[in-house]
């Protein structure tokens, strides 16, 4: 099955300064993968998305880069905010309408004012 | 984008007992699941609810001790049977859908503590 690996597991940056989180998988066959934030008390709520047949996608702060080739993938948090603070999880799923997302461990993201 | 509500938002129950929670979206979808979350990890699939059909349950997870409902395309219950303090958890409902979305949004989670 697949296994997603996040890393670090914490990360600390100073407010205005950029974030970078970074997710392996296993699956050579999954094609989707989601980043999920989750502050505390809340669910997790979906930030960003890209599916494999692209390499980078962007929305206003955030981007996600793609690596198929290492099995990488990336969120990207520029300009970092206080409310930026939050765990962080990435995830993968293959094809198929019954394929499930197999999630990373999460990532604690701190801004620091 | 699906809104997830789910109720009770939080609750403290005895051992032995049973909790039914329950999750409404605001649309018709093609899946729901539901996930526990232990304290400070990750999301951990218990089921998908099937409509019109049984749940299917990931290993670890039984009927008997997680039975589940799904009436329609927009609602279902989780039911947390026989419970110990090892239930203690989030409970988060999530969708997928409509056919063909990729998609899953999450609720906002059940906070379960069994005393």
């Known amino acids: 099955g697949e296994n997603v690996e996040q890393h670090p597991s914490t990360l600390s940056v100073q407010e205005g300064d950029s974030a970078v989180i970074k997710c392996s998988y296993s699956d050579s066959a999954s094609n989707y993968f989601p980043w999920y934030k989750q502050e505390l008390g809340k669910g997790p709520q979906l930030i960003i998305d890209?599916?494999?047949?692209?390499g980078e996608k962007k929305d206003q702060r955030i981007a996600v880069t793609l690596n198929k080739t290492a099995k990488h993938f990336s969120l990207h948090i520029t300009e970092t905010q206080p409310e930026d603070s939050a765990v962080y999880f990435c995830?993968?799923?293959?094809?198929?309408?019954?394929?499930?997302?197999?999630f990373g461990k999460g990532i604690t993201l701190s801004v620091r004012p | 984008s699906a809104v997830i509500s789910q109720k009770p938002s939080r609750d403290i129950c005895q051992r032995g007992t049973s909790l039914t929670i329950q999750c409404q979206v605001d649309?018709?979808?093609?899946?729901m699941f539901w996930y526990r979350q232990q304290p400070g990890q990750s999301l951990t699939l218990i089921a998908t609810?099937?409509?019109?059909?049984?749940?299917?349950?990931e290993s670890g997870f039984v009927i008997d001790k997680f039975p589940i409902s799904r009436p329609n395309l927009t609602f279902s219950t989780l039911t947390v049977s026989n419970m110990s303090p090892e239930d203690s958890s989030i409970y988060l409902c999530s969708s997928r859908g409509p056919s063909g979305s990729e998609t899953q949004y999450f609720g906002p989670g059940t906070r379960l503590l069994v005393l």
């Open positions: 995830a993968a799923r293959g094809e198929g309408a019954n394929s499930k997302l197999t």
């Open positions: 609810a099937n409509q019109g059909s049984e749940a299917t349950y």
């Open positions: 649309s018709q979808v093609t899946m």
């Open positions: 890209i599916r494999s047949n692209v």
